[in-house]
């Protein structure tokens, strides 16, 4: 069946990558939103690709249209990084969970299936070692821990969400992404300290030989995840959304791949000297330690150990992710190497 696709943040890390699998290999049609359209390459030229360039909180009457005219809504709209957890959280709060709700309520209101993102910041501090979509327990710090205000949004979405399906039959999948990495991650010429996310920070570091900052020595472990492999789960939810994923949860993530922020530093910089545009630099690169405080400020606050299950999609989708974490390195590595603007970069600073 040829599905309408509603895409919002198309231009985004999982959006851009949502939206070229979709062309490249189903048969439907996507409209997308988003500030700018610099990760979608040639994509908008596209006959199934409606790319419209604005802003979902302004744009409000563009996105009900397509919400009504579309069958399947996939806001991935939202601010997702620590830094501006603790810096601007009423900006968090505002899109993420504001902003978002609209849309929520406009599926509702049309019928229509919604493919929402939850996250695995939801789990917070729970206590589990291994995290279940159903089960386990979802646990924050106190109110002044400004950090938890995307966790307490995402969450309150998730709870909102499912009333909605028991009240209103509304039909939704919500996934739970654990650190997705690869292509078109971020830009790293021009990372934000403490913003990025944390591999797209240490291969900047690595481009411009400044020390890898790892908060509290880097000992916290998250279970990261390849781009390709996360998006044919969602092709999956996207195929089977009115069966197997009606009113569902999904982690989506890879336990296999589970290791300490300490370890991705020693990685990265181990996998970047296999390239010689990097090499140099690389072995230049300095590990040091900086406290949680001193990196991202007072109302920080953070979980060590970060694992999914998996089981649900292994067993109700027939998923499972495939790709260790040095491939997924190495081909995000690739992947930037690759780009006309990186490769000058480095090769103007390696001459330096």
């Not at 690169?285 to 991202?296: F, L, N, Q």
């Not at 590595?333 to 480095?346: G, L």
Request: aromatic share 10%; glycine share 6%; proline share 5%.
């Amino acid at each position: 069946m040829s599905l309408k696709i509603m895409i919002l943040g198309a231009n985004g890390f999982i959006g851009s990558a949502l939206t070229s699998a979709i062309l490249r290999a189903r048969d439907w049609e996507v409209f997308g939103i988003d500030l700018s359209d610099n990760k979608l390459g040639d994509l908008p030229k596209n006959d199934r690709f409606h790319f419209v360039e604005g802003d979902i909180t302004i744009n409000r009457e563009w996105v009900e249209y397509h919400v009504k005219k579309c069958d399947v809504v996939v806001p991935l709209v939202a601010i997702a990084n620590p830094a501006q957890y603790v810096t601007h959280p009423l900006r968090v709060f505002e899109l993420d969970f504001e902003a978002n709700l609209t849309v929520v309520r406009h599926c509702v209101k049309y019928g229509k299936r919604l493919i929402f993102p939850s996250t695995s910041e939801i789990y917070g501090m729970s206590p589990d070692a291994v995290l279940d979509e159903e089960t386990s327990p979802l646990v924050y710090g106190p109110i002044e821990k400004q950090r938890w205000i995307y966790a307490a949004s995402k969450q309150l979405l998730d709870r909102v969400i499912y009333a909605y399906g028991v009240r209103d039959n509304l039909d939704y999948t919500l996934f739970r992404p654990f650190n997705f990495i690869g292509p078109n991650l971020d830009n790293v010429e021009e990372p934000k300290e403490g913003s990025s996310r944390v591999f797209t920070q240490f291969l900047s570091n690595v481009l411009y030989r400044r020390p890898i900052k790892l908060v509290d020595g880097g000992r916290q472990k998250r279970s990261f995840t390849y781009i390709d492999d996360a998006i044919e789960c969602l092709l999956t939810i996207l195929e089977n959304a009115q069966s197997r994923a009606s009113r569902r949860i999904f982690n989506i993530g890879n336990p296999a791949n589970c290791v300490s922020i300490r370890d991705l530093a020693e990685r990265t910089i181990r996998i970047a000297q296999e390239f010689p545009l990097l090499r140099e630099s690389a072995r230049a690169t300095e590990i040091v330690d900086i406290s949680a405080g001193e990196y991202y400020g007072k109302y920080y606050q953070d979980i060590q150990v970060r694992v999914p299950a998996i089981q649900a999609a292994q067993r109700d989708l027939g998923w499972r992710p495939t790709t260790d974490l040095d491939t997924a390195i190495r081909r995000t590595i690739e992947f930037y190497v690759k780009q006309e603007n990186f490769s000058a970069r480095a090769a103007a600073l390696a001459g330096n």
